[in-house]
């Protein structure tokens, strides 16, 4: 080690000299080889990243085209000859209701088993629709939950469970269906309720006894948590766009695989 270290200070001129000239070697080293390395790497990484993540919208941009073709045919499945009309109540819905098509499909047909008692053979089935889903956006808004969990609430109602509108304070118990439909008109006094008068009571409360949010979706529309709702609908409805014209093509390679 004595004889290692006299060798180096003949060299370079002294002991005192060996820190710092390996000290400026070290560091000149590390800043242009090692740094300039990470930089590359940094513009590899961000590219790779950005790449994944366009992969990731792709893929869910195809996702939700198909979930629309599912939902689509699932209304015309449920509705029928109905069906055309309801699917229009699809427009525009990001904005108006705060829900992608794909959601909206899907509620219509959730409400499908309800629809023709409410309105009787050959009555307004996609009004009936559009009242029931425009009134549960408005819900959702006044209560602040989602519009999802709100339709899944009157969906409840309209099946005859009291317990998940009770918890916002709307009863509809048997004896609150029975008092709505003799008021309205439904039945007469002694008369036995069917199925189909319990719905329409049950229809005719809800409606009735959540009046007071009506309109409270397009009145806050502008607010924070209606506005992320259209934001992240219309983002939905802009990936459905683009994953349709993918479609196709993914559908072929699956078709070859």
Do not use: C, H, W
């Amino acid at each position: 080690a004595k004889n290692f270290k006299k060798e180096i200070s003949k060299q370079l001129g002294g002991t005192s000299g060996v820190g710092k000239q390996s000290g400026k070697m070290a560091g000149d080293n590390f800043g242009e080889g090692f740094g300039k390395s990470v930089k590359r790497l940094a513009i590899v990484a961000g590219g790779a990243l950005a790449a994944a993540g366009l992969g990731r919208f792709f893929k869910d941009s195809v996702d939700q085209a198909s979930d629309l073709d599912e939902s689509i045919n699932a209304v015309q499945k449920a509705y029928g000859s109905y069906a055309a009309d309801v699917l229009k109540l699809g427009d525009g819905v990001a904005e108006r209701l705060g829900l992608n098509s794909v959601d909206f499909n899907a509620s219509a047909v959730r409400f499908s088993a309800f629809a023709e008692r409410v309105v009787g053979e050959g009555g307004n089935v996609s009004g009936f629709i559009d009242s029931i889903t425009t009134r549960a956006s408005d819900f959702a808004s006044v209560f602040n939950i989602e519009v999802s969990e709100a339709l899944g609430v009157f969906q409840s109602g309209l099946s005859g469970e009291a317990e998940p509108l009770k918890r916002f304070g709307i009863n509809l118990l048997e004896t609150e269906v029975k008092a709505y439909a003799l008021e309205s008109g439904l039945i007469a006094v002694g008369d036995t309720m069917t199925e189909d008068i319990k719905t329409q009571a049950r229809y005719g409360l809800i409606m009735q006894e959540t009046a007071k949010t009506a309109g409270d979706f397009a009145d806050t529309s502008d607010g924070l948590a209606n506005g992320q709702r259209i934001l992240k609908a219309q983002f939905e409805e802009t990936q459905a766009v683009i994953g349709s014209a993918l479609l196709p093509v993914v559908i072929q390679l699956m078709n070859v695989v």
